[in-house]
């Protein structure tokens, strides 16, 4: 049992409960299925960690992956592999899930991790980290080889194929903090998911622009925008949220005056509620 639990350490809890619970022998193979794969990384980290000491740094990023492998785990995404900074999920495998929940539970994670970062990021600039770190997130769905891969000796359970390299590449695209899903993915949570017009892409790896929709929040139960305004600035302190969906134009704007804030401040699909 001991063997088993550190075990459980290095793989997946999906996977972990696949393999303790399969008889016969484990073997290459693989299968055709529809996933939906998130890929993340922390921006500028590189810059980042050249300052830090590598026992800080060690610490500094275990910290972090031990909170997002929570929310993974939360929404029940296998986590494939951890690559320094950057982490790579897939969702609908080994346990089986429809397209449409595999997708929005991978969106909902990815909108629950961007939460926790404002958090992380007050946290970092107490413990005297000078520029807090953003991260960024892709988001594609597709269909996947998923399976083990390897030799007779050491085998790896992951995924290959187009969506993963979709995934990776709307990452890369992101800016700070931003969650950018692929118009297949969209296609399953258009309507849970409060998204921005569609963007056209230029990727790398893809001969043919890229349809890819940023993620602003979720919608409550009623199918409403539930986003919060967010007005940040974490080295002073000030962290103000505005939810538009219970607060009335009139309000927002008396708010705003009683701070002393130009209405230009908010971005600008939040300004023209206001106008």
């Avoid at 009623?222 to 538009?244: A, H, Q, Y």
């Amino acid at each position: 049992n001991r063997i088993l639990e550190r075990l459980g350490r290095y793989v997946s809890f999906q996977l972990f409960k696949k393999i303790t619970h399969e008889k016969g022998k484990v073997e290459i193979r693989t299968q055709r299925k529809k996933l939906t794969v998130f890929f993340s990384d922390l921006k500028d980290f590189s810059y980042t960690s050249s300052h830090m000491e590598g026992e800080a740094l060690s610490e500094f990023l275990n910290s972090y992956l031990e909170i997002m492998t929570q929310i993974v785990i939360k929404w029940g995404g296998t986590l494939d592999k951890y690559m320094g900074d950057a982490i790579m999920v897939f969702f609908g495998d080994p346990e089986f899930t429809s397209d449409e929940d595999h997708a929005l539970g991978c969106v909902k994670m990815a909108v629950e991790m961007r939460e926790k970062m404002k958090g992380l990021r007050s946290k970092w600039y107490g413990l005297g980290y000078q520029d807090p770190l953003h991260f960024r997130m892709g988001i594609a769905t597709g269909y996947c080889t998923v399976g083990n891969f390897g030799s007779s000796e050491r085998m790896d359970y992951t995924i290959i194929g187009t969506p993963v390299n979709l995934a990776s590449r709307l990452e890369t695209a992101a800016d700070a903090d931003e969650v950018f899903i692929s118009h297949e993915t969209w296609s399953y949570v258009k309507d849970k998911v409060v998204c921005e017009p569609p963007v056209k892409l230029h990727l790398k790896g893809f001969h043919h622009q890229i349809l890819a929709h940023k993620v602003l929040n979720l919608r409550d139960e009623s199918g409403k925008d539930s986003r919060l305004f967010l007005l940040e600035d974490e080295e002073k302190g000030v962290n103000i949220k505005i939810d538009f969906s219970k607060v009335s134009k009139e309000d927002v704007l008396s708010i705003i005056s009683e701070i002393d804030l130009p209405p230009e401040v908010l971005p600008e699909t939040k300004s023209s509620q206001l106008t």
